[in-house]
């Protein structure tokens, strides 16, 4: 569809006709429900609960600060009055906000921006760790009005929010054919399997989606409709993006932007068919973190969630069950863009995470492997209160059977033992993935390592210790930040 591009480039906006207030949600949880119901999404402002400067400085500073990178490619802003403000000095810290929160910014900080993107720039979600663990967005997935309204449009109070990433989004970033459903449509049946999922603006941004598209009306009439175009697709897959020229609905046409003003929440059903919108040249910087929730968590699930914030690593899944991936895909087929990452590198990070691997050719080519905190920085797990290490599943709610647990007759023995069980399986992955990165560093990858490592199987270092240290960093502490 030659047009498609073009409205695809220009998504109307929309506004919604209602947006909650957190503060007295509980008053309004009926109302709430009802309008989820009907649009399959809803808007709640997040007054009072963030402090937009802080969390824009907090979460810049720790993605773009911790970059294993040489001075000249480390975040460095210019004011109005022509002064360059650098990332890891605390004392500019305000200004960099000043500018990140500029519309619209100016070409010249967009410019430099983009040069101190870690991987994943176009498509504005930064995958380092420090994405992964940001205590604003912890806060906010513990928060007690905001699980309320959670536990209303899912009907359980045994939910999980998942560990999820920050975005940040520079002017004209985004991409266009991103239509879709982050669970394979088909295989939506009942209530019970109804996901939330969400994000929390920070800056103002927009949420793409159909509207209606939700309901199992919609739901039959597309799968009659569009299946014999789609075939060959595995059902159960996640994602499941729509073709333009395949659309026989016209979907890409009903879309539209919803404007998500600062400092909200959005939360729609995973059966909401939905999308992203390109950040314009003149807009502002998007920037918030993901935030859904689900109605159960297996015990695998769990002990993998304990891992990730026990011990500051990236998950191996996102909430949709794609693969995190430190580097995106197509970097295994363009060499040249791990030659752009080494070069941005400082001498001490190549030294230690520049290595090469083999194509499938057999040319041997620059790889980088991925990094985690920096060697001087020492983790610090987030301390969620009681109630907050459930949702977040470091805990198992009391009373909630994990679908994974053993059968027995006396539950809770039988959970612990399996719970060592699987504790004892992640050790063993991790002294795998230890092996693998003694391997690496041998400096030659193994052949065929390649496609599993940037498959995100195996990509994340698992442990603290295994991380490859982003070596010189120093990150001058702009002491204790401060929570709301
Ligand atoms: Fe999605």
Request: neutral net charge; proline residues 7%.
């Amino acid at each position: 569809m030659s047009g498609g591009k073009k409205k695809k480039e220009c998504i109307p906006r929309c506004e919604f006709k209602k947006i909650f207030n957190i503060n007295n949600i509980n008053d309004h949880l009926a109302e709430l429900s009802a309008v989820f119901k009907q649009d399959g999404i809803v808007c709640i402002s997040l007054e009072g609960k963030l402090d937009q400067r802080k969390v824009v400085g907090d979460m810049v500073q720790q993605i773009f600060g911790y970059l294993p990178y040489s001075e000249e490619y480390l975040l460095k802003l210019r004011s109005p009055d022509g002064s360059v403000l650098n990332i890891r000095n605390p004392d500019d810290k305000e200004a960099i906000i000043t500018e990140l929160l500029r519309v619209p910014m100016t070409p010249e900080n967009v410019n430099e921006l983009n040069k101190a993107y870690p991987p994943h720039r176009q498509f504005g979600g930064p995958c380092v760790v420090q994405s992964f663990h940001n205590e604003d967005a912890n806060e906010m997935r513990q928060d007690e009005d905001i699980n309320n309204a959670a536990e209303a449009l899912l009907g359980t109070r045994f939910l999980w929010c998942p560990i999820n990433r920050c975005f940040v989004r520079p002017p004209k970033t985004g991409t266009h054919t991103l239509l879709h459903w982050d669970w394979d449509p088909r295989t939506i049946e009942s209530e019970d399997n109804q996901e939330l999922q969400g994000k929390v603006c920070v800056t103002e941004g927009t949420f793409v989606c159909v509207l209606g598209s939700h309901t199992p009306e919609f739901l039959e009439k597309f799968c009659a409709l569009y299946e014999p175009l789609y075939q060959g697709r595995k059902p159960g897959v996640a994602k499941y993006g729509l073709d333009p020229n395949k659309d026989p609905m016209r979907l890409f046409e009903e879309q539209r932007a919803y404007i998500v003003p600062a400092c909200c929440l959005v939360f729609w059903t995973n059966r909401l068919l939905h999308g992203h919108a390109i950040v314009g040249r003149d807009e502002r910087m998007q920037i918030g973190f993901y935030q859904g929730y689900q109605r159960s968590i297996s015990a695998q699930q769990r002990m993998e969630c304990q891992e990730s914030y026990l011990n500051g690593t990236v998950p191996r899944l996102y909430p949709s069950g794609d693969n995190v991936c430190f580097y995106p895909r197509k970097f295994l087929n363009f060499p040249d863009h791990f030659k752009s990452v080494a070069k941005k590198l400082s001498a001490e990070a190549r030294a230690e995470l520049v290595t090469t691997r083999f194509t499938k050719a057999g040319k041997e080519v620059v790889d980088v492997r991925p990094w985690g905190w920096p060697k001087d920085h020492c983790f610090a797990p987030f301390p969620f209160t009681e109630k907050g290490k459930r949702i977040v599943g470091i805990e198992p709610w009391e009373g909630f059977r994990e679908p994974d647990a053993p059968p027995s007759d006396n539950g809770g023995i039988a959970q612990a033992a399996g719970h060592d069980q699987l504790a004892a399986k992640i050790r063993v992955v991790d002294a795998a993935n230890g092996g693998m990165a003694q391997a690496r560093a041998s400096k030659k990858r193994p052949l065929g390592d390649s496609e599993s490592v940037h498959d995100g199987e195996v990509q994340m270092p698992a442990r603290q210790d295994q991380l490859a240290p982003g070596s010189g960093i120093r990150v001058r502490d702009s002491g204790p930040a401060t929570r709301k």
